[in-house]
């Protein structure tokens, strides 16, 4: 899978120009550095990922507020089996600082470790639906594994705790973003909060094989989670 095919087609069409276009090709480094960075601190493979060329914005049904989605895990069914893939968007390869980029790459990749860690247990279930931004944030946090029993960098820790205390913000960014690609009309991907969910169905699920590895290094995971647990509490 060429992570940049979707982009490179949108150049091809004259829906990117040709200095947007460069910019992404050139930062594109500094993705492929945090897909390095998050695979040596948790000794696990990065999955699929590839680049959106457009911005995903979620905007609650009759309300003016709205949350911008700089990459998602995603789900999807190809030839009846799951592949789980990360869809990062062409203005956080563009516009955002490398912290930030970093960041959110290991967020994504708490999401595609918790989806592993669900359906080895064959435990899918709907998620919450919700059509208040703070509710879908508190609900995506609460859901992942904890980040210090994944990563041993340091660096890479802070840069997590900084950006996603109560979900991601980063005000110089959205800035940057509405400036540059959403006031220029430039692709957007608008879809709302309780829309923003996959169904698997049952027979699919059953078909899913998960590499016995890596559920032995989620197991080793969780159990580090829970000392570190205990910890905090005594």
Not at 169 to 182: A, M, S
């Amino acid at each position: 899978m060429d992570p940049l095919l979707k982009v490179n087609q949108a150049h091809k069409n004259g829906i990117l120009s040709d200095k947007v276009y460069s910019l992404i090709i050139d930062r594109f480094r500094v993705v492929l550095e945090g897909i390095g960075r998050v695979e040596k601190a948790s000794g696990i493979n990065f999955p699929l990922a590839y680049v959106e060329p457009s911005i995903v914005i979620s905007q609650p049904g009759g309300s003016f507020d709205y949350g911008i989605l700089f990459a998602r895990t995603l789900p999807v069914i190809v030839n009846e089996k799951v592949e789980i893939i990360i869809q990062i968007t062409a203005p956080l390869v563009a516009y955002g600082l490398k912290g930030t980029i970093h960041a959110i790459l290991a967020h994504e990749f708490l999401h595609y470790l918790e989806l592993i860690k669900r359906m080895s247990n064959m435990g899918m279930v709907s998620d919450e639906i919700s059509g208040n931004l703070f509710e879908s944030i508190y609900a995506d946090t609460t859901r992942l594994f904890e980040p210090r029993a994944v990563f041993n960098d340091k660096t890479l820790l802070l840069h997590i705790t900084k950006k996603f205390p109560e979900g991601f913000r980063d005000y110089k960014l959205e800035d940057k973003v509405l400036k540059n690609w959403i006031q220029k009309k430039l692709p957007t991907i608008n879809i709302a909060l309780d829309r923003n969910i996959v169904k698997i169905p049952a027979d699919v699920l059953a078909k899913i094989k998960v590499d016995t590895i890596l559920i032995q290094k989620l197991d080793q995971i969780e159990q580090k989670a829970s000392k570190l647990r205990k910890k905090k509490l005594y």
